[in-house]
T-cell receptor, first 112, second 113 residues
Framework: NAGVTQTPKFQVLKTGQSMTLQCAQD?????MYWYRQDPGMGLRLIYY???????DKGEVPNGYNVSRLNKREFSLRLESAAPSQTSVYFC???????????FGQGTRLTVV | GENVEQHPSTLSVQEGDSAVIKCTYS??????FPWYKQELGKGPQLIID?????GEKKDQRIAVTLNKTAKHFSLHITETQPEDSAVYFC????????????FGTGTSLTVIP
């Protein structure tokens, strides 16, 4: 089992460029999440999807959009990248209820 | 929303000593409290979790305690080893649909051989 797979692993963007971060899970989980990790700030939720066909904003949604393409895939889009979006992005998935979240390996994004 | 605070932010211990990391939460409806370990360049990985109907849980050298009244929970690592060196995150969740997790800011643990 691959678990949670994120692509790409590294990316450098110029200010104003757009890109989509891809995430796929093979555990048949209902819920999927996008987090960003910044030094000293832990993991902050950007968007989540409780189930296929639904998405909701997390703590820091501004500047991002998401698409739950199907049960397996949940993508994060930056329409016009800004230096403040330089971060490490993690996708995660879990079953509904009090269960473990599984994380991908992360995407290190630098916006110059 | 929920607010999770974690202390200390950095912790150094000698190999063989114990390490304790503490977290507090604000939402009395939170009922699931996982702990994650993150090694350099990797995603966080669950090491132990506890639910609100339990006060303590142990798995070999790792234990977690929960005080619902005081809204705090702690991670205890005994007989620390160099491979325990990593960043540790606590989290809290209501466990309802969507299962939104709120994370602490992390503790960087260094075990000195």
């Amino acid at each position: 089992n691959a678990g949670v797979t994120q692509t790409p692993k590294f990316q450098v963007l110029k200010t104003g460029q757009s890109m989509t971060l891809q995430c796929a899970q093979d555990m048949n989980h209902n819920s999927m999440y996008w987090y960003r990790q910044d030094p000293g700030m832990g993991l902050r939720l950007i968007y989540y999807s409780a189930s296929e066909g639904t998405t909701d904003k997390g703590e820091v949604p501004n500047g991002y959009n998401v698409s739950r393409l199907n049960k397996r895939e949940f993508s994060l889009r930056l329409e016009s990248a800004a230096p403040s979006q330089t971060s490490v992005y993690f996708c995660a998935s879990s079953d509904q209820g009090n269960t473990e979240a599984f994380f991908g390996q992360g995407t290190r994004l630098t916006v110059v | 929303g929920e607010n999770v605070e974690q202390h200390p932010s950095t912790l150094s211990v000698q190999e063989g000593d114990s390490a304790v990391i503490k977290c507090t939460y604000s939402d009395s409806a939170s009922n699931y409290f996982p702990w994650y370990k993150q090694e350099l360049g990797k995603g966080p990985q669950l090491i132990i979790d506890i639910r609100s109907n339990v006060g303590e849980k142990k798995d070999q050298r790792i234990a977690v305690t929960l005080n619902k009244t005081a809204k705090h929970f702690s991670l205890h690592i005994t007989e620390t080893q160099p491979e325990d060196s990593a960043v540790y995150f606590c989290a809290a969740s209501r466990g309802n649909t969507g299962n939104q997790f709120y994370f602490g800011t992390g503790t960087s643990l260094t075990v000195i051989p």
